[in-house]
Every structure is written in C-alpha cells, then in structure tokens.
Nanobody, 113 residues
Framework: QVQLVESGGGLVQAGGSLRLSCTAP????????MGWYRQAPGQQRELIAL???????NYADFVKGRFTISRENAKNTVYLQMNNLKPEDTAVYYC???????WGQGTQVTVSS
C-alpha cells in the first residue's frame, strides 16, 4: 500500500492563496515526476501541474501565472502554491507520482466569491 498524504486545503476568499503539500514514499518520490490534479463536483479529474525529477514544470493553461509547483526532494514532498484563487478553482486536489496510478485521499479547496 503506497501512502500519499495531501494537506493544506481549506476555505479561502477569491483572490486569496493556499499552499498544498503532498508527501510520498521516498523510493517512489525520488524516481517520479509528480503531478497535482483536481476534481470538481461532477467533473473528471484533471492534471493541472507537474514537475519532473529535475525540476522541469508544466501547467494547464487555466492555472499558468497563478499556481506554482515545486518539490523538496529531501522531504519527499511536492508543493502547489496557489495564488489569486477563483471560485472555479474549488475542487478536491490530489497528487500523484506520474504514471503510477497511486492516489491519496485528496485535500478540499473551496474558494468563496
């Protein structure tokens, strides 16, 4: 059983910021690109940001300029800094070592208008 632990979600007003964290087992984290996904009610889960093992990043267009993904290899942790949040960012956010199929429990982000 691979345990991924996401945290940092919460309720925030539009325009506010949150930083999400996700910790993964070291043997998986060290060799994996890491992705942040989100799933809004009634919607499919979608990839919003990823970071490779060497720090190359990529973002979905709708979060570019607002969200920043980073990783701290010594802590087996990937972060998602979310700024200028909008109500449409409301969703459960998940991390995943890309291509593994492993998921954590997710963390709820709610943005009020």
């Amino acid at each position: 059983q691979v345990q991924l632990v996401e945290s940092g979600g919460g309720l925030v007003q539009a325009g506010g910021s949150l930083r999400l964290s996700c910790t993964a087992p070291g043997n998986i984290f060290s060799r994996s690109a890491m992705g942040w996904y989100r799933q809004a009610p009634g919607q499919q889960r979608e990839l919003i940001a990823l970071i490779t093992t060497v720090g190359i990043t990529n973002y979905a267009d709708f979060v570019k300029g607002r969200f920043t993904i980073s990783r701290e290899n010594a802590k087996n942790t990937v972060y998602l800094q979310m700024n200028n949040l909008k109500p449409e960012d409301t969703a459960v956010y998940y991390c995943q070592p890309i291509g593994t199929g492993y998921w954590g429990q997710g963390t709820q982000v709610t943005v009020s208008s």
